[in-house]
């Protein structure tokens, strides 16, 4: 579920999905949606103080230090940008948090010709399709449904249509096969 709380990201959200099966928008506040899992993203580091990973830390009080704790345990302190991990949420909905970088540091504004979008939806769908929870169960098992935002275009400065024209590219390459 792609998700979009102003009309120009909407749009260019409409214009992917149409031609992909699987794939649908909402025009609200991702925390409407009842969905497995939501995507966040974040920094490199696992600070959620800004953008919409604020509104995550707000709703489920834990998620930054799970995010924090998984990232230090598991990738030495720096989550790169083309990674992605997934952590328990504390609510029954959506159980999980999938933490995806589009920038390295916290606020950093992107280049107009940034792949980040890209790299970051890729990271989300390569995790659903073979990645494994800590328990060692296939994450696709335990997350039937994801709502993510926009990719990069709120803090991040990237236009609604590129980060669209980017996820519509991860999702192509990574699912390709899966469908």
């Known amino acids: 579920m792609l998700c979009a709380l102003d009309d120009r990201m909407a749009k260019a959200w409409h214009e992917i999905s149409e031609a992909r099966p699987g794939m649908s928008v909402h025009q609200g506040s991702i925390l409407e949606l009842p969905v497995d899992a939501v995507v966040s993203p974040a920094n490199s580091y696992g600070w959620m103080r800004g953008g919409i990973d604020a509104l995550y830390a707000r709703a489920f009080p834990q998620v930054e230090e799970h995010v924090r704790s998984a990232v230090l345990a598991y990738h030495g302190g720096e989550l790169p940008v ?93 699912l390709a096969d899966i469908r």
Do not use: F, K, N
């Open 82 to 174: 083309g990674e992605s991990l997934a952590v328990p949420t504390g609510a029954a909905r959506p159980g999980w948090l999938i933490s995806a970088p589009t920038m390295r540091e916290p606020g950093e504004l992107l280049p107009q010709d940034t792949v980040h979008p890209y790299l970051a939806a890729r990271a989300v769908l390569r995790l659903w399709a073979e990645g494994l929870l800590e328990s060692g169960m296939p994450v696709r098992h335990a997350v039937r449904s994801v709502a993510m935002p926009g990719l990069g275009t709120g803090v991040g400065g990237v236009a609604p249509e590129t980060c669209a024209r980017q996820i519509a590219a991860a999702w192509d390459e990574v």
